[in-house]
T-cell receptor, first 115, second 116 residues
Framework: AQSVTQLGSHVSVSEGALVLLRCNYS??????LFWYVQYPNQGLQLLLK??????LVKGINGFEAEFKKSETSFHLTKPSAHMSDAAEYFC?????????????FGTGTRLQVTL | DTGVSQDPRHKITKRGQNVTFRCDPI?????LYWYRQTLGQGPEFLTY????????KSRLLSDRFSAERPKGSFSTLEIQRTEQGDSAMYLC??????????????FGSGTRLTVV
């Protein structure tokens, strides 16, 4: 079984500051890992995904994440926060066997960006 | 390509009533998934289809829930005898699976159900 843990349900940063959202995973098989963003009353938009190629994954809107097997982590970063980044962020894992490709999500981190 | 469409966007129903939601996937996608998201939580997997076959159901999907995907195109999710605990956002997603690869996993905007 797979699971992800997102540390910090709320993160607040100043505009222009570094964004760091933490995700640790547990998986009995090599995982596929994802970060999604959700704006109020909207569906989920894929930011980036790790599928066993490069461990540093670049996504949309300037976000990137690094897969660290030794730390079972897949933290999301952005060098400089923008007001438009304020949203809910979800880390998710899918088993690589791909028989279902269902995603198991964390509980989310709400990012607040202040002036 | 209009993405994954869900209808309605919002539904308010009285406890005990039946409701049905519809999901139209991206046209070339052969897989369709349903998730439920309660307030303050991440989405939870409910069920998925490959073409018209329902291949997996979560234990979250009680006997009051039924999903169909006739002809492998759109899908419906029906909840019978709704309860207040069914209040949630119901998300649909679709993807194209070929061999060991799964492409284009895309979510719709969801249907928000409120049971009063």
């Amino acid at each position: 079984a797979q699971s992800v843990t997102q540390l910090g349900s709320h993160v607040s940063v100043s505009e222009g500051a570094l964004v760091l959202l933490r995700c640790n995973y547990s998986s009995s098989v090599p995982p596929y890992l994802f970060w999604y963003v959700q704006y109020p009353n909207q569906g989920l938009q894929l930011l980036l995904k790790y599928t066993s190629a490069a461990t540093l994954v670049k996504g949309i809107n300037g976000f990137e994440a690094e897969f660290k097997k030794s730390e079972t982590s897949f933290h999301l970063t952005k060098p400089s926060a923008h007001m438009s980044d304020a949203a809910e962020y979800f880390c998710a894992v899918s088993d690589r066997s791909g028989t279902a490709s269902k995603l198991t999500f964390g509980t989310g981190t709400r990012l607040q960006v202040t002036l | 390509d209009t993405g994954v469409s869900q209808d309605p966007r919002h539904k308010i129903t009285k406890r005990g009533q039946n409701v049905t939601f519809r999901c139209d996937p991206i046209s070339e996608h052969n897989r369709l998934y349903w998730y439920r998201q309660t307030l303050g939580q991440g989405p939870e997997f409910l069920t998925y289809f490959q073409n018209e076959a329902q291949l997996e159901k979560s234990r979250l999907l009680s006997d009051r829930f039924s999903a169909e995907r006739p002809k492998g195109s759109f899908s419906t999710l029906e909840i019978q005898r709704t309860e207040q605990g069914d209040s949630a956002m119901y998300l649909c997603a679709s993807s194209y699976r070929t061999g060991a690869n799964n492409y284009g996993y895309t979510f719709g905007s969801g249907t928000r159900l409120t049971v009063v």
